[in-house]
């Protein structure tokens, strides 16, 4: 199974400091929104968070209500089997199209059947084009 849709990532930076990453995941999960993909990482005094879930125009609500500032990105979130070589047979054909990936994160469970994967180009429609065309239909 391979499937793409365009969507938001929501990106956050905060002061480094323990606890910065619970308190944003306990604001969204509590009022019931669930995390699809996260990535965080720190740089000197900063965290920063990228992340999309079920309700993204909730999260950000949320977040701004607390004084976070909440900026959007469009990404492109790519559902594939969990499987060795499904991903790579979609970054393969990216490639082959002479598209370049900037960012890509997601996990997934060793027991789950599917997984989520992030992935951000220069044109995100670039990649989607590759993705309905070449791999959703075979």
Do not use: W
Not at 91 to 106: F, N, S, W
Not at 113 to 121: G, K
């Amino acid at each position: 199974m391979i499937k793409a849709e365009l969507s938001k990532q929501l990106m956050i930076r905060l002061p480094s400091k323990v606890g910065s990453l619970a308190h944003v995941t306990s604001a969204i999960s509590s009022n019931g929104i669930n995390m699809v993909a996260l990535c965080a990482y720190e740089v000197g005094e900063t965290v920063s968070i990228m992340f999309c879930t079920t309700d993204n125009n909730g999260a950000k609500q949320l977040l701004e209500k607390q004084g976070v500032n909440v900026r959007e990105e469009e990404v492109v979130i790519l559902h594939i089997d969990n499987k060795p070589g499904a991903l790579q047979h979609v970054t393969d054909k990216i490639a082959e199209a002479g598209i370049d990936l900037h960012l890509m994160y997601g996990s997934a469970a060793p027991d789950a059947q599917s997984c989520a994967i992030i992935l951000i180009s220069k044109n995100n429609l670039d990649v989607m084009m590759v993705i309905k065309t070449e791999l959703e239909r075979s």
